[in-house]
Nanobody, 118 residues
């Protein structure tokens, strides 16, 4: 059974950086495009960044130029480097396949909370 374990969140001030990690167990991260998603209170979960199995990347307009997604297939881990954080980046961040649910429909990990104070 696949497990996605997100970590690295925390409380930071605007302008600071965080690096999130997503460990994949029970399957191989390199099989699929992987993405980071986020969900702020009262809002729907949204896609933030994606990396294909060939390491092509794409970003939501709101994070373009500030966030960088990468993957280490040997470690079965996907990362999200977040720089120049803004209060509007505050959310719970999740990783999953892109599109979501290719490992297991409706499965999401516990996520990691990112809180950015102004």
């Amino acid at each position: 059974q696949v497990q996605l374990v997100e970590s690295g969140g925390g409380l930071v001030q605007a302008g600071e950086s965080l690096r999130l990690s997503c460990g994949v167990s029970g399957s191989t991260a390199s099989l699929y495009a992987m993405a980071w998603y986020r969900q702020a209170p009262g809002l729907q979960r949204e896609w933030v960044a994606v990396i294909t199995s060939g390491n092509s990347t794409n970003y939501a307009d709101s994070v373009q130029g500030r966030f960088t997604i990468s993957r280490d297939n040997a470690k079965n881990t996907v990362y999200l480097q977040m720089n120049s954080l803004k209060p509007e980046d505050t959310a719970v961040y999740y990783c999953n396949t892109f599109p979501a649910g290719l490992y297991d429909a409706d499965y999401w990990g516990q996520g990691t909370q990112v809180t950015v104070s102004s």
